[in-house]
């Protein structure tokens, strides 16, 4: 399976981005997606997710300005990110998960995750 971020870049403070994150290799039916970011010099933190059984995970600094979605004919999950901080500005990582049902979305490891993508940097201007 490989996986492919997209839609990072430069925005000002208060401003959007979408990532986006292709799913292709395999056909699989039942999956977990999650958005990581690692800032310079912190660890890698989840940020948000998806389980296979449909619920959503946010990290309490982004609830209520980052909505997480999917489209399982695609294999797509997106992140919309609005009302975008300084302390946003990471690299974003798109990691998807295969083994088994879950139907917690809260997964913050990376060995829970199967498959990750390339990264795709956000930076937020203050």
């Known amino acids: 399976v490989q996986l492919q971020a997209s839609g990072g870049g430069l925005v000002q403070t208060g401003g959007s981005l979408r990532l986006s994150c292709a799913a292709s290799?395999?056909?699989?039916?039942?999956?977990?997606m999650g958005w990581f970011r690692q800032a310079p010099g912190k660890e890698r933190e989840l940020v948000a997710a998806?389980?296979?059984?449909?619920?959503?995970y946010y990290t309490d600094s982004v609830k209520g300005r980052f909505d997480i979605s999917g489209d399982n004919v695609k294999k797509m999950v997106y992140l919309e990110m609005n009302s975008l901080k300084p302390e946003d500005t990471a690299v974003y990582y798109c990691?998807?998960?295969?083994?088994?049902?879950?139907?917690?979305?809260?997964?913050?490891?990376?060995?829970?995750?199967?498959?990750w993508g390339q990264g795709t940097l956000v930076t937020v201007s203050s």
């Open positions: 990691a998807l998960r295969l083994r088994g049902y879950s139907s917690s979305a809260y997964l913050p490891n990376s060995d829970q995750y199967d498959y």
């Open positions: 290799g395999r056909t699989f039916s039942s999956y977990g």
């Open positions: 998806i389980s296979s059984g449909g619920s959503t």
